[in-house]
């Protein structure tokens, strides 16, 4: 007698995972990050179903570093990635998360980003227009155009019947901000145009990004007010737009079967620094990201953590909420440890990088914030920068001078933390081996950095991504 055929589940071994990033999204510009504008109304109800995470640290700064760690579980040390314009790929020491699910039976997609050394090993990658455009060529449906093409391939992956990975890299509030209406003027009712605001002037006076800004912006607008608000809008419009994938994920009936992560590459400096509307620089409006997830099966609702936590620790998250076991080792570790009150806080004080426009590395406590410049900078800032984050959480008084022993202190502490990292990876600190890192680079005055680097109109500023030079 023959033994009946066993049938295959309709459901996967292991849940979905479909994380979405979100390029140069700030935490505190999200209303359920405590925002006074009510930008993100979907997420913040999607995130009363998840947990928040109010303390999550991009420490490697920009998007190709940032999305390293992010999908590997690693800091810089192990990917040796801290540029935009990474040379080669990624080293094969680490394996990406698509690497890893691969061998449990996963199939795997990228929506938004080709090329890129942070994104080896994803089955498929796919494209959508609209990320670049002028002021002439204004409105731009950035998140429309992902979920056409997001949305017929979570279908495919589901009818498929394996377990899948997708992400999606949204880029609503990357530069240029050009939300369609009603979000271009959902938080702005004034005059753009007013001849008696000159907050725009330093803008436009700022040599390296003067076209660039000058090309998606208003022509003669005066007021910086207006540019925050087409930033929100853009914020707002993504927002609507995402509802979209959740509803999809709802009537598809594997919204609770699916790992939804929320997450942030890096934040964005608007009026900030000196960094107009752009992200590079290591104050706290770039590293700090939002962080949200939700999975009913493992994770609380309506949560809300204080911990701190960064972006090597996503990876050995997933993998413990989706069940996976797997002899690597990382960096990070799985938060779920923060969400069950042991330990408080993960690394409260970690290394900071950055290489975008600007080769700068640093330490950050929860009280200070040490900022040294590897090469003269295009700001003309000095070579070190101190912050008292408890006095001073916005970054504005530069009190370096008048605390030589905490710089040294706090030196001693990187220092000690670099050479640590050095000997267990058998491997350079990245930040000291990057060479040409930029067009010109290194500099040896602020003034030839400052006469060399220069964005250009959106063309130029799309080559100027990883992966386009």
């Known amino acids: 007698m023959k033994k009946p055929k066993r049938r295959r589940s309709s459901q996967p071994q292991h849940p979905n995972i479909l994380l979405i990033a979100i390029d140069s999204l700030r935490a505190d510009h999200m209303s359920c990050y405590g925002y006074s504008r009510h930008t993100t109304p979907h997420i913040d109800r999607f995130s009363h179903e998840g947990t928040i995470f109010q303390q999550t640290y991009s420490p490697h700064i920009p998007t190709t570093s940032a999305y390293a760690s992010m999908l590997t579980g690693c800091d810089c040390f192990d990917t040796q990635v801290v540029a935009l314009r990474h040379k080669g790929g990624m080293t094969t020491k680490v394996k990406t998360l698509p690497e890893i699910l691969r061998r449990h039976g996963y199939s795997s997609c990228c929506v938004g980003f080709t090329g890129n050394a942070a994104y080896r090993g994803f089955d498929e990658y796919l494209n959508y227009d609209e990320v670049w455009g002028t002021w002439s060529q204004r409105p731009l449906h950035k998140a429309e155009r992902l979920n056409e093409v997001a949305q017929p391939k979570i279908e495919q992956l589901h009818r498929e019947g394996k377990p899948w990975l997708m992400l999606l890299r949204h880029m609503d509030p990357h530069a240029p901000y050009l939300p369609p209406p009603p979000y271009d003027r959902m938080f702005y009712h004034g005059n753009e145009f007013d001849r008696h605001n000159r907050s725009m002037k330093p803008v436009f006076d700022f040599k390296p990004f003067r076209d660039f800004h000058a090309s998606f912006l208003p022509p003669g607008i005066t007021d910086k007010d207006y540019v925050i608000a087409q930033y929100d809008g853009a914020v707002a419009y993504m927002d609507a737009c995402l509802q979209q994938i959740f509803t999809q994920l709802e009537a598809m009936k594997i919204l609770d079967n699916t790992i939804v992560v929320i997450n942030g590459d890096h934040g964005e400096t608007l009026y900030d620094h000196g960094c107009w509307f752009d992200h590079h620089g290591l104050y706290d409006v770039t590293l700090h990201v939002p962080l949200i997830i939700r999975y009913p099966q493992r994770i609380p609702a309506g949560l809300r953590l204080d911990g701190f936590n960064q972006h090597k620790d996503l990876v050995p998250t997933l993998l413990e909420l989706a069940g996976i076991k797997t002899r690597r080792q990382f960096e990070g570790r799985s938060l779920t440890g923060l969400i069950g009150g042991k330990p408080a806080n993960y690394?409260?004080?970690?290394?900071?990088?950055?290489?975008?426009?600007?080769?700068?590395?640093?330490?950050?406590?929860?009280?200070?914030?040490?900022?040294?410049?590897?090469?003269?900078?295009?700001?003309?800032?000095?070579?070190?920068?101190?912050?008292?984050?408890?006095?001073?959480?916005?970054?504005?008084?530069?009190?370096?001078?008048?605390?030589?022993?905490?710089?040294?202190?706090?030196?001693?502490?990187?220092?000690?933390?670099?050479?640590?990292?050095?000997?267990?990876?058998?491997?350079?600190?990245p930040m000291m081996t990057q060479g040409a890192w930029a067009p010109g680079a290194p500099f040896k005055s602020s003034r030839t950095a400052y006469n060399t680097l220069h964005i250009g109109g959106p063309k130029q500023a799309n080559k100027l991504q990883a992966g386009k030079s």
């Open 347 to 429: 690394d409260s004080e970690f290394y900071i990088t950055e290489c975008t426009w600007m080769r700068k590395h640093g330490w950050r406590t929860p009280q200070w914030k040490l900022i040294i410049a590897l090469e003269p900078d295009f700001h003309y800032m000095p070579k070190r920068e101190l912050y008292d984050l408890v006095q001073d959480p916005d970054e504005n008084e530069d009190i370096a001078r008048q605390n030589p022993d905490v710089v040294k202190m706090l030196e001693k502490r990187m220092g000690h933390f670099i050479r640590k990292r050095q000997t267990h990876t058998g491997s350079l600190n």
